[in-house]
């Protein structure tokens, strides 16, 4: 149950995460949707643009606007292409008592970084600094009202990594292999979906954008900095992440110390869980047991020095909407895990 009611606006909410932000928001019983943008779609109801949310009594109700319309709300989810916040960025902080974006805009702080993989945004420089924000791994809540919530790629690769490093058990040198749904990609995504049905390919082998992202949050998070090989491949499938990641322990650790740190890492972590003593291939993360849920699954195996992780999440839901509602669960005294699914839809 909640005590308050949170007027919310979801920004971009024709797309494949505003929609899924509408869908777990509808049945929050802290928060009144309050106002929903896009663009192409201002005017439209919501229902046509998201049928799988029509047969919800209160969407029958619900169009979309364009962003000029919004009123003061407690919180905006911006859920825009990355690029196009910045820009509107002074209306919505305006009118917003919170802004939590899921775009990948204000993650970075080097500057170089940032031109390179957001040039946009090294254009519009926001007002006020915005926190980077993981609710297992962050130690503390961000104090500003703008928060970045980190990339999904980029998440499903922290939660792998975080024990090994705050633990300095492995050696610098990871190589991480990410695998991605084509939602990942968004709904203006350019692929014809022809062409993604029964392939999977390789999607970017160096210099993706949440690789620095990656080595700026490991650091921030354990002190450590490390060599990273990151690539990422499509799958065919509409969600999910499934990310492998190879180290070789330090002198010395054995892989008992591996099983603890890992353990210990996510004690009393709802959304992120470790699966114990993994041998056979379906005791691993997998995506069929996180797809529809807000929990990200984890696994270690050690033979012979050599390490290999396993992390696998939904990448609309612990990647994105259901990351971004557990965070405005904790900044607003809510129940970290109030209105956030723990089981997956299956088969
Ligand atoms: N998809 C994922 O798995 C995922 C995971 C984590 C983070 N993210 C991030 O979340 C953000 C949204 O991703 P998405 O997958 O939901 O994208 P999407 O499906 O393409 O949706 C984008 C939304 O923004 C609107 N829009 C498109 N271009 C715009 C523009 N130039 N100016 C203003 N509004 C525009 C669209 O509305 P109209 O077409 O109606 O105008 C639509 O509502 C991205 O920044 C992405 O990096 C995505």
């Known amino acids: 149950m909640a005590d308050h009611t949170l007027r919310v606006a979801v920004i971009g909410a024709s797309g494949y995460t505003g929609g899924e ?16 943008s896009a663009e192409r779609s201002a005017g439209v109801p ?14 029958a109700k619900l169009k979309f606007r364009p962003l000029a ?58 007002s ?28 499903a690769t922290l939660y792998g990594l975080y024990p090994l490093f705050a633990g300095n058990l492995a050696s610098d040198r990871v190589i991480v292999d990410a695998k991605t749904g084509s939602t990942g990609g968004g709904r ?33 998070f354990t002190g450590a900095s490390m060599d990273l090989q990151f690539s990422t491949h ?7 992440i499934l990310v492998t990641a190879y180290s070789r322990l330090r002198e010395g650790v054995e892989s008992l110390d591996v099983k603890r740190a890992y353990a210990k890492a996510y004690v009393g972590k709802p959304f992120v869980r470790v699966r114990p003593a993994p041998k056979a291939p379906q005791d691993f993360p997998m995506l069929k047991a996180v797809v529809g849920s807000n929990v990200a699954e984890v696994a270690v195996s050690v033979k012979d020095g050599e390490c290999v992780t396993v992390a696998a999440l939904d990448n609309l839901i612990k990647g994105a909407a259901g990351q971004a509602i557990q965070a405005m669960n904790l900044l607003s005294g809510f129940d970290e895990a109030l209105g956030l699914p723990r089981t997956a839809v299956s088969p």
């Open 188 to 220: 203006g995504g350019s692929e014809p979906p022809a062409e993604r049905a029964g392939n999977f390919r390789v999607h970017k082998l160096h210099g993706h954008r949440h690789t620095p992202e990656i080595h700026q949050a490991l650091g921030e």
């Open 128 to 155: 006020e600094e915005f926190s980077y924000f993981v609710p297992e791994l962050s130690g503390s809540l961000p104090e500003g009202r703008f928060v970045s919530l980190p990339g999904c790629m980029a998440v």
């Open 21 to 36: 932000v509408i869908r777990l928001l509808l049945e929050h019983p802290g928060v009144e949707l309050a106002f929903l």
């Open 234 to 240: 499509s799958l065919d499938v509409p969600r999910g």
């Open 46 to 59: 919501v229902g046509v643009v998201h049928p799988w949310l029509r047969n919800h009594p209160a969407v």
């Open 69 to 126: 319309e919004l009123r003061d709300v407690d919180v905006a989810f911006s859920c825009l292409p990355t690029g196009a916040l910045p820009q509107r960025l002074p209306l919505v902080a305006d009118r917003a008592g919170r802004v939590l974006n899921l775009a990948g805009d204000f993650r970075l702080r080097d500057p170089k970084e940032v031109e390179r993989h957001y040039p946009k945004t090294a254009q519009h420089p926001p």
